[in-house]
């Protein structure tokens, strides 16, 4: 409903359905005829609907928004306007709040720790003006982002073999090594309802995709000089789940862990790729990278 007061007009709506079944799609129809219905028939994850929503997109600016979010009214305009401002800029993300607390932070971007470990800048804190700037970021959350289509044909738009968790973050890491930036806009405001616990689905998913990250995308330079905090960041996570390991989420941690481990091998070639066409060199990627937070 939110998009139906933006002020700026000029776009096109799709809305992909990952083969709902509580009549959704009739409603839609009905309700919001402006907008283009995917069908898909089946769930095939974030990323498959997303892949299905590209595919079928004319634009020359793909913006991903999922459907559990308030765009402020001038959302759009200012994010477009970002990407205006910094053509170097691939991709642009707005300032993103909790739905059902509108002063505290979702996300003001993402960031990349040297152990390659991502993190959302400015989660749970109150906002009191600490992310007002307009600044590059690492990657954008995956919520509400938006990519140039130049930059996507370049380096490939959303990996279906993520399915879900840690996609958008693999995308700001090709986006990096091919010399792209992600500009942050905070005064493109939009509001997120997050579920209140992580499933053991997630959980899976979320350290599973971790390690996919790392076999992906980090150098293979890069692994030389820091593989011991890598190695500490990874032995982290396991030791908290040992410990938990009574609960489904911390068994479904270590099971994401081993799968992970086990099939890193299937992006031996998608890597090749990816090292041999960057055009970031190393000091420069080590630059974009955040220290190693040892708390956590």
């Known amino acids: 409903m939110s998009l139906r007061h933006q002020?700026?007009?000029?776009?096109?709506?799709?809305?992909?359905?990952?083969?709902?079944?509580?009549?959704?799609?009739?409603?839609v129809r009905?309700?919001?005829?402006?907008?283009?219905?995917?069908?898909?028939?089946?769930?095939r994850g974030f990323t498959g609907a997303c892949v299905a929503g590209y595919a079928a997109a004319v634009g020359e600016i793909i913006i991903l928004l999922n459907n559990d979010t308030e765009a402020e009214p001038t959302w759009l305009a200012e994010l477009l306007g970002g990407l205006a401002r910094h053509p170097q800029a691939g991709s642009a993300v707005g300032k993103i709040l909790l739905f059902d607390q509108r002063d505290t932070f979702h996300t003001a971007g993402d960031f990349c720790q040297l152990d390659g470990r991502p993190g959302n800048r400015g989660v749970w804190q109150k906002d009191v003006g600490q992310y007002d700037s307009e600044e590059y970021v690492f990657s954008g959350?995956?919520?509400a982002v938006a990519y140039r289509r130049t930059a996507l044909e370049q380096v490939g738009f959303l990996d279906d073999t993520f399915f879900f968790s840690c996609e958008d973050v693999d995308l700001g890491w090709r986006l990096n090594l091919a010399g792209w930036r992600v500009?942050?806009?905070?005064?493109?405001?939009?509001?997120?309802?997050?579920?209140?616990?992580?499933?053991?689905l997630s959980s899976y998913y979320d350290r599973r995709n971790l390690l996919y990250l790392l076999w992906k995308n980090y150098p293979t330079s890069l692994w030389r000089k820091h593989w011991r905090p890598i190695v500490r960041g990874q032995w982290h996570i396991f030791r908290e789940a040992v410990g938990a390991w009574r609960g489904t989420a911390a068994r479904a941690t270590l099971r994401g862990q081993l799968v992970g481990l086990l099939t890193g091998c299937r992006f031996w070639r998608t890597r090749r790729h990816i090292q041999t066409t960057r055009r970031l060199p190393d000091d420069q990627l080590t630059a974009r990278l955040s220290p190693v937070d040892e708390s956590k």
């Open 141 to 143: 959350c995956g919520a």
């Open 183 to 200: 500009v942050y806009v905070p005064t493109a405001v939009i509001y997120h309802k997050l579920k209140a616990s992580s499933s053991p």
């Open 7 to 27: 002020t700026n007009q000029q776009f096109e709506l799709l809305l992909v359905d990952n083969g709902s079944h509580d009549g959704s799609q009739a409603y």
């Open 30 to 43: 009905e309700a919001f005829p402006e907008v283009r219905l995917l069908e898909l028939g089946e769930n």
